[in-house]
């Protein structure tokens, strides 16, 4: 680990050409009049959203070189100025405490609300982060504009998909959208760069020579976290934006079933689950609140009550349900409908975000309006924790929900105090994170009580205790299908999110796209070596499978279930060591390998633990697989129990039912991975 | 017209707030250190192109505003500086002369490759031009990239034809695609701008108080031509770039038919044709240099000299076609296939660009290799001239040709002189033109033989006589169909194209989309009244309608051919015009309407000529159509004879066959127009 006193006696060093930053061997900073670090100058932005599709357009008037720096050694403070004798428009403080060095801009002009900073890069180095990234782990060579929004449908411009979503709506989304991005990245230098900003920013890693970071704000500070090696890098930056609650031993039971078509549906689909050999460990029903029916079909009522209508007798239903070891779960988003009681008490109490020319401000989604509860405001966020989350769902029986969006806050409202929604949009779905865990952990349930999102950013990790990877497509296409929740749980798991799992058998089904058996047994042999196995109906359960219509799928299902609890020893084992040290459950197989430079940018196999490699089936009709196994351990085929050497791809059988994983040979786990093939007949 | 005078006497002006340059109430310059009319900077282009279509994306490195000016009035010369005690970046010098005000940059910093100027806009103001633009005509709202290339197939990204042709090779195009740009635009203000460059530019009207124009190189000048109304401006105009020769009287016998596949196709079809009762002034045979067959299908054979297999016996046939009164027009472009006689003899006189690294440049075309013949140098320009345009072409008895291409030059080849290939991308269509022209010239056949160009650039006026508007799809659509024909005609024809004309019927038949019978009919009662009428089989001919293959197709191009030769002495009229004046003979109703400004963003309609008002059906299925006729004139409507008042929509039958044309009642064509309705009986 990098010596506190290493960090201790970094400084701005000035040689004959340039003013550097060095620390063990990293070359954090860099600026010379001829390559500047730093460019600050005014833009003007042109946002549109619709439904949480961002369209972001900006007009740079000016960008100035901030070319004459002027180095205070003893204040370790750097004077920038655009030329010679002009005025310092931002000086650049270094701080070192408790193991973080940073950058601190200080005396910014007030003119500026544009800053790009470049750090030094090298040829052949790799990034990874950014928050939850679906499309591309490895960063390098792409742009990412970080900026919380619906990731899209498809997410690949060259498909009809995508195409007919943007012409609808602006849907279609692209690489670089998702629910959770964050400024934050690891290198493969072995430091992690985090930006202290909700701003917009752009982190563009296409230069050979830097990295160049912009942001539509001048940030706080720039953080730099350093270690030897990237599980003490990986531990660190866990710890730097908290550390996650453990995740509640009842989950690890079975799985979590999705259902939302009331209580009858309900029971009978446990019944016959249980009686098919399904392990499951909670009910999921999102539409507990009831349901509103448009002319788009059945969405739910967005008033965070419990509908009795649908779910009668409820408290006697959940005491039935947990005398059989059942939880239940249900759903709220940050959203109140107004046609609902709850929206009327939250207007009074003037609890509800404004349109700048006043009265409330309405959002619509599709043939209802909703009020924003403002979340600026102590009260209002405190009236959500107690009046809905806690009166409403916890006292009522909820073990956990979805506390969905987070990610919509439009930016031409009116918080309170006028926090600026241009800074609060990113911020929001960590406001919303906090809500949640604070409604939970008031009611002594943190650790039990579970709720899941997708949006997220900087600081989401200390409050969130479970990410959900969103809505993909019912496919096994690249940009927005199966394999992309691997790409999100490996970059949110090197940013401090241990915990990551997936609806399986996907989401949204549009455009006649619909989900196949196949694809839903794909997901779930995935899902069982994830910490979460939940299954979700779609947004058109009707017209989609689910997997009680189809024996194969159901049996397969099950098989899948029982191997996700015969591995529940290895999961506690791994949730002990996220609770110690902030490691993610999957992860990247760099993360142990780092001598093996071609686990670099391997982004549709990950590591479960130390001990297991997993790498799912993801595209269609395949019966057979190529994996990568790292260099330095021999790997041991799951199912056929045959040895390989690492450091080689190697093709395995991967009929449907045996996804392709493999056991590190010398695992202290040895034995309880050999029984899991049997568990799975 | 504006008077020498005030243009004389125009001078910057300073007062307290800012420095002014404003002509007869034109405020033509406008200069604060606030709002700062000039910004200055270095980007980095990104440019890769694949046959014809570009991707472009800039990385502006810095961009500087200019915002301290000192002016010296006496010199007439604004010195401009970013900071106040820095270095002057660059001088703008006023110069006046032969009616035309110039802004001249000078003691440029040599760091910049940059420019962004901003040009005083009006709220309401509208502004039409930037070459041959196919999408929109009032240019007001959006930006044009400046750059020629192919215009893409289907050019609107919500189409699932637009991206079949991206995923395919980035063809799919977008709205500022075109093969003929031009940084020149005319301003509602009455005046005309025009940047003296050949660089990159994009013009960027978006804004509301100011027009953005950035370029990739400090323009020579920024020129301005004014006047008092848009007759005289578009007269100026043309006098500026180059009057155009007289369109040849044989053209306007009939039509030009296009056919590729031999003579006997070629004899059979003109036989049958006149017996059908067509007009036939030529029969244009792009084949007659002979083909190449690819896995692509028929492709010609880029060796422009006579295929006496596909076309035997040359001088007796050209010599029969003579006899009736008939001429033969051919096909040729810059490129020269290595696998031909030409290449070799081109390539030992060392006449072809190279590759940076040595030896000659080749072009992939598909199959086939080409080397560009390099026009910058003064001896190869004369070789193509009397070698292949004059020995193998005229010589041989054609009449004209297509000049196809002028749009690819690639940026990555090295010319004679190390010109810059940036910098001659879109100066290559204009030396193009003047290769064509210089020979016709040489051949004393200036007015006699005809080319035509797709390309274009400022000062392809003065050589090319007759523009064609390259290769719309063969359908309706709003991008890539009939109507962007007209928005063509009109921009181009502002400034100085007076002849336009397209393929009747579109060209461009790929992923199943083909032409139909109702399509070419549409087409063809709009090319009747246009200065030419020409077919094209298209570039699928097997698989696309001819007109000679449905009865009522043929019947109504005949009749339609009969209608045009009945137009001819009013043709004649405005090819008198356009020498005289520069006028356009397709023109924008507000030419001549400019107090109506209903006018103004019209462009699926024209003025052809003075007299008469045509509105085109460009939809599928229609057999009414609605059309504004302008105020201040009653309009006869040239089928039914009814009259309407101006000033109005007025909705009239248009079945096939009766395109909505309108007499302006008081013409002194009007009996010439009477006939009209008989003669394409």
Same mark, same amino acid.
């Given at each position: ?8 006696? +970094? ?38 959203? &619709? ?6 357009? *900006?007009?740079?008037? %000016? ?11 003893? #204040? ?20 070192? &405490? ?66 007919? #979503? ?61 270690? *030897? ?19 509640? %031993? ?15 549906? +309900?029971?009978?689909? $446990? ?47 959940? +005491? ?37 020319? /006043? ?9 209802? $309006? ?32 979805? +506390? ?73 296409? =690249? ?13 949110? /798991? ?20 619909? =989900? ?33 219509? !189809? ?7 099950? =098989?899948?279930?029982? $191997? ?21 459950? &999957? ?45 330095? !351990? ?48």
């Amino acid at each position: 680990m990098t010596s506190s006193t290493s960090l201790a006696t +970094a400084a701005f060093v000035q040689t004959e050409g340039d003013i550097r930053l060095v620390v063990d061997g990293r070359v954090l900073f860099c600026h010379s009049e001829r390559n500047p670090a730093i460019f600050v100058g005014q833009g003007e932005a042109d946002i549109s959203m &619709q439904r949480g599709n961002f369209s972001i357009r *900006d007009y740079v008037q %000016e960008r100035l070189a901030l070319r004459h720096a002027w180095l205070d050694q003893a #204040a370790a403070r750097l004077d920038l100025r655009a030329w010679v004798d002009g005025p310092v428009l931002l000086s650049l403080s270094l701080q070192v &405490q408790d193991n973080v060095l940073r950058l601190v801009p200080q005396n910014v002009d007030a003119g500026i609300n544009r800053l790009w900073l470049r750090v030094p890069a090298a040829a052949d180095e790799h990034v990874w982060g950014c928050g939850e990234q679906m499309s591309y782990f490895d960063l390098r060579g792409r742009n990412f504009p970080l900026w919380t929004s619906e990731p899209g449908v498809g997410r690949d411009k060259s498909t009809w998909l995508t195409l007919q #979503a943007d012409n609808e709506a602006n849907a279609g989304g692209d690489y670089y959208h998702t629910n959770y991005p964050q400024p934050t990245y690891i290198s493969s230098q072995r430091y992690c760069l985090h930006a202290v900003t909700t701003a917009y920013a752009d982190f563009d890693f296409r230069h050979q020579q830097f990295h160049e970071l912009q942001f539509w704000a001048v940030p706080k500070a720039f953080e730099f976290l350093l270690a *030897d090696d990237f599980v003490q890098l990986v531990s660190q930056v866990s710890s730097h934006f908290g550390r996650q609650p453990r995740l509640p %031993e009842w989950v690890m039971k079975g799985a979590i079933l999705g259902l939302k078509n009331g209580r009858e549906h +309900a029971q009978a689909r $446990l019944d016959d689950a249980l009686d098919q050999g399904v392990a499951v460990s909670a009910l999921w029903c999102e539409d507990w609140e009831g349901l509103r029916i448009t002319s788009f079909g059945k969405r739910l009522f967005w008033d965070w009550q419990w509908n009795s209508t649908r779910y009668p007798d409820h408290a006697a239903w959940v +005491a039935s349900l947990e005398a059989q070891d059942i939880r239940f779960m249900g759903y709220v988003n940050p959203y109140l409908c107004n046609d609902g009681p709850l929206f009327q008490e939250a207007q009074e109490a003037g609890y509800l975000a404004t349109r700048v020319e /006043g009265g409330t401000y309405l959002v619509d989604f599709g043939e209802f $309006l909703c009020g924003v509860v403002d979340f600026t405001l102590p009260a209002a966020a405190q009236w959500f924790e107690e009046r809905i989350l806690r009166r409403e769902m916890l006292d009522k029986g909820l073990s956990g929900w979805m +506390a969905d969006f987070g990610e919509y806050l439009p930016i031409d409202l009116k918080l309170a105090g006028d926090a600026d929604p241009m800074l609060e949009h990113n911020a929001w779905p960590v406001r919303w994170a906090e809500v949640n865990a604070r409604a939970i952990a008031n009611a002594g349930k943190t650790g039990d009580a579970l709720f899941f999102m997708r949006a997220g950013y900087s600081g989401v990790q200390r409050h969130c205790p479970l990410l959900w990877a969103g809505d993909q497509s019912v496919d096994f296409s =690249r940009h927005d299908g199966l394999q992309t929740v691997i790409c999100g749980a490996l970059s949110s /798991g090197l940013l401090g999110n241990a915990y990551h799992h997936s609806d399986i058998g996907g989401y949204t089904s549009l455009y006649d796209n619909c =989900r196949t058996g196949e694809l839903f047994q794909r997901w779930a042999e995935m899902a069982a070596f994830t910490p979460v196995m939940r299954t979700h109906e779609g947004n058109r359960p009707d017209q989609n499978l689910q997997f009680w219509q !189809d024996a194969d799928t159901y049996a397969h299902f099950a =098989r899948m279930t029982r $191997l996700y609890v015969g591995l529940r020893p290895y999961l506690q084992s791994l949730v002990d060591e996220a609770e110690a040290s902030g490691l993610p459950l &999957q992860r990247p197989l760099f993360l142990h390998y780092e001598q093996d430079p071609e686990t670099y940018s391997i982004q549709d196999q990950y590591l479960y633990g130390k001990d297991l490699l997993v790498a799912p089936v993801h595209a269609e009709g395949q019966r057979e697989w190529t994996a990568y196994l790292p260099r330095g !351990d021999q790997w041991q085929h799951l199912w056929s129990g045959e040895r390989y050497a690492g450091g080689q791809r190697v093709t395995v059988a991967a009929p449907l039912g045996q996804p392709p994983v493999f056991i590190r040979v010398g695992s202290r786990w040895q034995a309880t991975f050999e029984t899991l093939a049997d568990l799975a007949l």
